[in-house]
């Protein structure tokens, strides 16, 4: 399935992209005819939406930073009995 669609050809298509960006795992983009993408729409799954928040959830409160560190601890080991999970 083409991954770009005029409004249009959207509405025509919108049950084959909604289940194109479910099984495939690729945004569909909705530009308008003149091909403006910064009036563009972009359609995910909902399990790809609820990925991105969770990703930027985890970013804002600093949790990512603290896995990156330990992911960069010359170490090599942590033990996870030794991690204060209330701290995260």
Do not use: C
Request: proline share 3%; net charge negative.
């Amino acid at each position: 399935m083409q991954e770009n669609f005029t409004p249009t050809n959207a509405r025509k298509h919108l049950y084959e992209i909604i289940k194109s960006v479910n099984t495939q795992k690729k945004p569909v983009m909705i530009t308008p005819a003149n091909g403006d993408e910064n009036q563009a729409a972009v359609i995910i799954s909902k399990s790809d939406y609820d990925a991105m928040q969770e990703t930027l959830y985890l970013e804002n409160t600093g949790t990512m930073a603290k896995v990156r560190e330990r992911q960069s601890d010359d170490s090599g080991f942590t033990d996870v009995d030794d991690i204060d999970w209330d701290k995260l």
